[in-house]
C-alpha cells in the first residue's frame, strides 16, 4: 500500500508532498495544474519499486529501464531525463514513493543526467504489485490496431504515451470470461461484476481478430449439472453457478458502442483477467474517469469504485467533474469504513509553482476550482431568474 510520495523540482512541480488514503484518494484543479503529471509520477514510482525488488535485475539495468519508462511517460521533446525537471530549478529532481511499512524508493536526476538514479531502503512491501492506470481517452477501440503486426511500432509509440500501451497489454491478458467460467470463483467481486455489466447491458469480449466486440447479455444463475448431483449439493446456491448469457443477436465492433460505455468495459475487463484483483494487484489510476461518461452512469460507477476499495483496493483519481465528487461525498458510508481524501493542487502565487491542500472532506477543501465554477454558475443561474439581478 502506498502512504504517500514526495516531489522535488519535476516538471511544474517545486516542492510537494501528498499522504495518501488507503482507500481512495481524488485529485482535482485546474487544466495545467499537473494532475495528469502526478499520476503519471506516482504510476513510474511504483513500477521503479518493482524494478527495485527484481533480485534478479543489476541496479545499471534497472536505472536504464526506468529512464526509458519515465521518458515513454512523459514523451518530452528531447529524449533525455533532464529536461522533466522543473523549469528555473538548479536543484536536482527527486521523487519518493513510501509504503505503509515505512520503506520507500525514490530516483533522482539533474538537468545534465542521461540516466536516472535508483534509491530504495529495505523492504519495499507492496510495490512489487503492478500498478494500472487508465487514461482519459478510452482505448477498447484502439487496441487492435496498437498491437496489430503490420503497424510501425515506433510509429505507435509517437502516438501513444506507456498509460496507453500498458493498458493495452493488461486488456488483452485472458479473463475467465473467455472461459464461461463461474464468478464464484472470486464471491468479492461476483456483484462488482455483474454491476458493470448491467451499466452498459453486456460485454467487452476479447476476439480471435485481435479486437474488442460488445456482445449484448447479462450475468445469470444457471443449474450446474455436476454440481445439482452431487450429494453434498445442499442448498440452491450449491448447484448453480454465475455465467454470462448473450442476448439480442450480434455482437459489435466496439468502435459502434458508445464511449462512456467503453471505459465501463475497460473495468470490466481488467477485473475479469486479475489486472485489478483488490488486496492483490497494486494501485489503480485512474485519469478523469467521468470523461465521455453519462451522468446517469456516475452514481453507479462510484459504488463500483468504493466497492472495491472496501476490498483493499487503493485507487486515486483526478477529476474535473462536480457530480463525480458529490457522489463520492454522498455515498461514502463510515460504517463499512469508506475513506475518500481530497488533495487540491493550486499554483502558489509566490513561487508559482504548484501546491496542494489535502482534507478527508471535500466541504474542507477552500481551493477548488470546480466548486468555484459550479458556485457562479448558480449566481447567474439565479441572477438570470430575478431578471438580471445578480444575487
Given at each position: 500500500?502506498i502512504a504517500?510520495?514526495e516531489?522535488?523540482?519535476?516538471?511544474?512541480?517545486?516542492?510537494?508532498?501528498?499522504?495518501?488514503?488507503?482507500?481512495?484518494?481524488?485529485?482535482?484543479?485546474?487544466?495545467?495544474?499537473?494532475?495528469?503529471?502526478?499520476?503519471?509520477?506516482?504510476y513510474?514510482?511504483?513500477?521503479?519499486?518493482?524494478?527495485?525488488?527484481?533480485?534478479?535485475?543489476?541496479?545499471?539495468?534497472?536505472?536504464?529501464?526506468?529512464?526509458?519508462?519515465?521518458?515513454?511517460?512523459?514523451?518530452?521533446?528531447?529524449?533525455?531525463?533532464?529536461?522533466?525537471?522543473?523549469?528555473?530549478?538548479?536543484?536536482?529532481?527527486?521523487?519518493?514513493?513510501?509504503?505503509?511499512?515505512?520503506?520507500?524508493?525514490?530516483?533522482?536526476?539533474?538537468?545534465t543526467?542521461?540516466?536516472?538514479?535508483l534509491?530504495?531502503?529495505?523492504?519495499?512491501?507492496?510495490y512489487?504489485?503492478?500498478?494500472?492506470?487508465?487514461?482519459?481517452?478510452?482505448?477498447?477501440s484502439?487496441?487492435?490496431?496498437?498491437?496489430?503486426?503490420?503497424?510501425?511500432?515506433a510509429?505507435?509509440?509517437?502516438?501513444?504515451?506507456?498509460?496507453?500501451?500498458?493498458?493495452?497489454?493488461?486488456?488483452?491478458?485472458?479473463?475467465?470470461?473467455?472461459?464461461?467460467?463461474?464468478?464464484?470463483?472470486?464471491?468479492?467481486?461476483s456483484?462488482?461484476?455483474?454491476?458493470?455489466?448491467?451499466?452498459?447491458?453486456?460485454?467487452?469480449?476479447?476476439?480471435?481478430?485481435?479486437?474488442?466486440?460488445?456482445?449484448?447479455?447479462?450475468?445469470?444463475?444457471?443449474?450446474?449439472?455436476?454440481?445439482?448431483?452431487?450429494?453434498?449439493?445442499?442448498?440452491?446456491?450449491?448447484?448453480?453457478?454465475?455465467?454470462?448469457?448473450?442476448?439480442?443477436?450480434?455482437?459489435?465492433?466496439?468502435?459502434?458502442?458508445?464511449?462512456?460505455?467503453?471505459?465501463?468495459?475497460?473495468?470490466?475487463?481488467?477485473?475479469?483477467?486479475?489486472?485489478?484483483?483488490?488486496?492483490?494487484?497494486?494501485?489503480?489510476?485512474?485519469?478523469?474517469?467521468?470523461?465521455?461518461?453519462?451522468?446517469?452512469?456516475?452514481?453507479?460507477?462510484?459504488?463500483?469504485?468504493?466497492?472495491?476499495s472496501?476490498?483493499?483496493?487503493?485507487?486515486?483519481?483526478?477529476?474535473?467533474?462536480?457530480?463525480?465528487?458529490?457522489?463520492?461525498?454522498?455515498?461514502?458510508?463510515?460504517?463499512?469504513?469508506?475513506?475518500?481524501?481530497?488533495?487540491a493542487?493550486?499554483?502558489?502565487?509566490?513561487?508559482?509553482?504548484?501546491?496542494?491542500?489535502?482534507?478527508?472532506?471535500?466541504?474542507?477543501?477552500?481551493?477548488?476550482?470546480?466548486?468555484?465554477?459550479?458556485?457562479?454558475?448558480?449566481?447567474?443561474?439565479?441572477?438570470?431568474?430575478?431578471g438580471?439581478?445578480?444575487?
Amino acid at each position: 500500500m502506498i502512504a504517500g510520495f514526495e516531489i522535488q523540482n519535476f516538471t511544474a512541480f517545486g516542492k510537494l508532498e501528498i499522504s495518501l488514503s488507503p482507500r481512495v484518494n481524488v485529485i482535482i484543479g485546474s487544466n495545467g495544474t499537473g494532475k495528469t503529471h502526478l499520476l503519471k509520477a506516482i504510476y513510474g514510482l511504483a513500477i521503479a519499486g518493482q524494478s527495485a525488488s527484481d533480485s534478479d535485475r543489476s541496479k545499471k539495468k534497472s536505472e536504464a529501464e526506468l529512464t526509458k519508462k519515465l521518458l515513454r511517460l512523459f514523451s518530452p521533446e528531447e529524449s533525455r531525463i533532464g529536461t522533466l525537471r522543473a523549469s528555473g530549478s538548479t536543484a536536482p529532481t527527486r521523487l519518493c514513493l513510501r509504503g505503509s511499512d515505512d520503506s520507500s524508493v525514490a530516483i533522482l536526476f539533474n538537468g545534465t543526467s542521461k540516466v536516472a538514479r535508483l534509491e530504495k531502503n529495505a523492504g519495499l512491501e507492496g510495490y512489487e504489485t503492478q500498478p494500472v492506470f487508465i487514461p482519459t481517452k478510452e482505448i477498447l477501440s484502439l487496441v487492435r490496431g496498437m498491437r496489430h503486426p503490420e503497424h510501425d511500432r515506433a510509429t505507435v509509440e509517437m502516438i501513444f504515451d506507456d498509460t496507453y500501451i500498458d493498458l493495452a497489454e493488461f486488456l488483452v491478458h485472458p479473463g475467465f470470461e473467455d472461459e464461461a467460467a463461474s464468478l464464484d470463483e472470486d464471491p468479492r467481486l461476483s456483484s462488482i461484476i455483474r454491476e458493470l455489466v448491467a451499466l452498459v447491458g453486456g460485454r467487452y469480449r476479447w476476439t480471435n481478430d485481435g479486437a474488442f466486440r460488445f456482445e449484448p447479455g447479462s450475468y445469470e444463475e444457471k443449474a450446474d449439472p455436476a454440481r445439482s448431483k452431487s450429494k453434498t449439493a445442499q442448498m440452491y446456491q450449491d448447484s448453480t453457478i454465475v455465467r454470462f448469457v448473450p442476448k439480442g443477436g450480434q455482437s459489435l465492433s466496439s468502435s459502434m458502442t458508445a464511449e462512456g460505455y467503453r471505459k465501463i468495459g475497460v473495468l470490466h475487463r481488467l477485473l475479469c483477467n486479475g489486472s485489478i484483483n483488490p488486496g492483490t494487484t497494486g494501485v489503480l489510476l485512474w485519469d478523469e474517469p467521468e470523461a465521455n461518461l453519462n451522468p446517469k452512469l456516475m452514481k453507479k460507477l462510484v459504488q463500483v469504485l468504493l466497492e472495491l476499495s472496501r476490498n483493499g483496493q487503493q485507487i486515486v483519481l483526478a477529476t474535473h467533474d462536480y457530480v463525480l465528487l458529490k457522489w463520492l461525498d454522498l455515498l461514502l458510508d463510515k460504517g463499512k469504513e469508506d475513506h475518500v481524501r481530497f488533495h487540491a493542487l493550486y499554483r502558489d502565487p509566490d513561487t508559482q509553482r504548484m501546491a496542494v491542500e489535502s482534507a478527508d472532506s471535500y466541504s474542507l477543501i477552500s481551493k477548488s476550482a470546480i466548486s468555484d465554477t459550479f458556485a457562479e454558475l448558480f449566481d447567474e443561474d439565479v441572477a438570470r431568474a430575478l431578471g438580471g439581478a445578480k444575487p
